[in-house]
Every structure is written in structure tokens, then in C-alpha cells.
């Protein structure tokens, strides 16, 4: 069974640090292109970060530029995102993704974790 399973949301002050993980199971994630969106309430699912297979491309959305980063750990088959200096518009459900092929939309994907709620207080 194909699924991704992720972890390590939860409730941070302004400024503080967020260290998402997803881990895969019945594909491996590197030869998968992967992805991290992010829902806001009452907003559209829109792209925070992706990268290629062997992470040659990667595209973080304006907002994370500087702030995120995403990684790959091909050994464990997991993928992580390190959200520092948070901010309260970061506030959202955040997912992983992975799919065959680069992209900026959620139709690129194929594979979706079931959502971390990240919270960010003023």
C-alpha cells in the first residue's frame, strides 16, 4: 500500500521553529519528484516548496524562501521540512507530496500525506 504519513505539527510562538517529517511507504521517494503545500482556512492548497528526483531543481514559494527547507533522507525513504522564524500568516495545514514528475499544482502529484496542522501564535 502507497501512503505517506506525516509528522510534527503542532502549536508555535512567532519566531519559533517547526520540523515537519513525512515518511514513505510502498514507493521510495527517490526516484519521486516531492513537494510540501500548505492550506490556509477558507484558501486554496498552493505549493510551499518542490524539488526534483536526486533534488537537482528545487522551487520554494516566495513566503519560504530563506525560512524553509526541505530535505530527503533516501536511506530512511522520509522527507522533512524545517520551518524556521515562523510567522502567523504560516498558519495552515501543510502536506507532503510526491509524484513521477516536477510541478507547481496539486494535479502534478500522485501521492498525499494526510495533513499537519501547523499553528502559529501572535
Known amino acids: 500500500e502507497v501512503q505517506l504519513v506525516e509528522s510534527g505539527g503542532g502549536l508555535v510562538q512567532t519566531g519559533g521553529s517547526l520540523r515537519l517529517s513525512c515518511a514513505a511507504s510502498?514507493?521510495?521517494?527517490?526516484?519521486?519528484?516531492i513537494a510540501w503545500f500548505r492550506q490556509a482556512p477558507g484558501k486554496e492548497r498552493n505549493f510551499v516548496v518542490i524539488?526534483?528526483?536526486?533534488?537537482?531543481?528545487?522551487y520554494y514559494e516566495d513566503f519560504a524562501s530563506g525560512r524553509f527547507t526541505v530535505s530527503r533522507d533516501n536511506a530512511d525513504n522520509t522527507l522533512s521540512l524545517q520551518m524556521n522564524s515562523l510567522k502567523p500568516d504560516d498558519t495552515a495545514v501543510y502536506y507532503c507530496?510526491?509524484?513521477?514528475?516536477?510541478?507547481?499544482?496539486?494535479?502534478?502529484?500522485?501521492?498525499w500525506g494526510q495533513g499537519t496542522q501547523v499553528t502559529v501564535s501572535s
Open positions: 524539488t526534483s528526483p536526486n533534488d537537482g531543481d528545487t
Open positions: 507530496a510526491a509524484g513521477p514528475r516536477l510541478g507547481f499544482h496539486n494535479s502534478d502529484y500522485d501521492y
Open positions: 510502498g514507493f521510495t521517494l527517490d526516484r519521486s519528484a
